[in-house]
């Protein structure tokens, strides 16, 4: 009899853990195609566009060499107002979120197109912290990214 209730506790253990790493794999995704669906944006509508979509009304961004900007209107009214004609893509590479499932980050690699007809490019990489806002929908709270050398 002992052996039987140490078989099904071993079962349930197991169980257990298959559908807690089943979850968060789940939410991992979510999260993911949160970040893909944001980058989409960027490409159909502008990056100034996509980020008031998808920023936290909280939000705040650390820019490379610059100084922080906090809050949605001010990070649009910085990226309106950058002062030539660009567009941002990127891919998300990884992330990860909190047990919880409310929270999270990404990251992935970006490219800056501008210039003339967009031709030339800077590279990057990037970290975006992720919350869960009042509806469920993953949102940005904190947008940072710096340069990368141009990949081989």
């Known amino acids: 009899m002992k052996k039987y209730i140490w078989s099904v506790v071993t079962f349930l253990l197991i169980f257990t853990s298959f559908c807690q790493t089943q979850s968060d794999r789940n939410m ?15 490409v159909k509508y502008g990056a100034a566009e996509a980020f008031k979509m998808f920023l936290a009304e909280n939000a705040f961004q650390l820019p490379h060499e610059q100084n922080p900007i906090y809050g949605a209107d001010n990070i649009y009214k910085d990226m309106l107002g950058a002062g030539f004609e660009y567009k941002l893509t990127w891919e998300p590479q990884d992330g990860m979120t909190a047990a ?15 210039g003339e007809n967009f031709s030339e490019k800077s590279y990057g990489k990037y970290l975006n912290v992720w919350i869960k806002d009042k509806n469920g929908k993953w949102k940005v709270l904190v947008d940072m990214g710096n340069k990368s050398p141009e990949p081989k």
């Open 100 to 114: 919880s499932g409310d929270m999270g980050y990404t990251w992935g690699k970006y490219i800056l197109h501008f």
């Open 28 to 42: 991992k995704d979510e999260l993911l195609n949160a970040d893909k669906e944001f980058a989409e944006a960027s």
